[in-house]
């Protein structure tokens, strides 16, 4: 069973703040997915990264992917009310793996924004 | 609008009761998924369908049966309800693995209660 291990598991700050979000393994990953979640919804798909070293950016989101492929960052630059919500990191098995295709997720991290 | 629909929205079951939970996708994805989400504890895979015709056990299938009627549709059956099957049930769909956008589409749940 691979596991992904998330923290903070919960972060409050105030509006324009920044803030890092953490996703550990000790498995290696073919991809990564930071979702999004707000309460009564599902997740939504905000970025996935491939490569090892891999940074990707999404206005003020920025995703990075461990050069060994174990773990992934999400750093959110001046923090918005908007931003509150659950994320969720997941992960697909290495190529040729039994389980690809289907992804194993964090726990969460509970984001809270206040104005 | 196009995506990932979920039915019901809520129910509540007493114990011993039977129900299905109904998914349908219109994206023409070949893999879908029944997950469960309970604080704390992220998302487990319950069962998944990797393509039309198949379908096999994720990390929790005890007390469910699925069916994947068509490429499109994916149903979840609680065959006799228990109070630890009290959760949120979320259904998603995915292309086979594109790199850059692989990712789920989710729908936007159902809450059980078992009583």
């Known amino acids: 069973t691979q596991l992904l291990e998330q923290s903070p598991q919960f972060l409050s700050i105030q509006e324009g703040e920044n803030l890092t979000v953490y996703c550990n393994s000790s498995?290696?990953?073919?991809?990564l997915q930071w979702y999004r979640q707000e309460p009564g919804e599902g997740p939504v798909l905000l970025v996935t990264?491939?490569?090892?070293?891999e940074v990707k950016k999404l206005k003020r989101l920025t995703f990075q992917f461990g050069d060994a492929r174990k773990d992934s960052s999400l750093h959110i630059t001046a923090a918005q009310p908007g931003d509150t919500g659950l994320y969720l990191c997941a992960g697909d098995a290495p190529l040729g793996g039994t389980s690809y295709g289907k992804l194993t997720f964090g726990q969460g991290t509970i984001l809270t924004v206040h104005p | 609008n196009a995506g990932v629909t979920q039915t019901p929205k809520f129910q509540v079951l007493k114990t011993g009761q039977s129900m299905t939970l109904q998914c349908a996708q219109d994206?023409?994805?070949?893999?879908m998924y029944w997950y469960r989400q309970d604080p704390g504890m992220g998302l487990r895979l319950i069962y998944y369908s990797a393509s039309e015709g198949t379908t096999d056990k994720g990390e929790v299938p005890n007390g469910y049966n699925v069916s994947r009627l068509n490429k499109r549709e994916f149903s979840l059956r609680l065959e006799s309800a228990a109070p630890s099957q009290t959760s949120v049930y979320f259904c998603?769909?995915?292309?086979?693995?594109?790199?850059?956008?692989?990712?789920?589409?989710f729908g936007s749940g159902t809450r059980l209660t078992v009583v």
């Open positions: 990264v491939v490569t090892g070293g």
């Open positions: 994206m023409n994805h070949n893999s």
């Open positions: 498995s290696v990953f073919s991809s």
């Open positions: 998603a769909s995915s292309e086979f693995f594109t790199a850059d956008n692989y990712g789920y589409t």
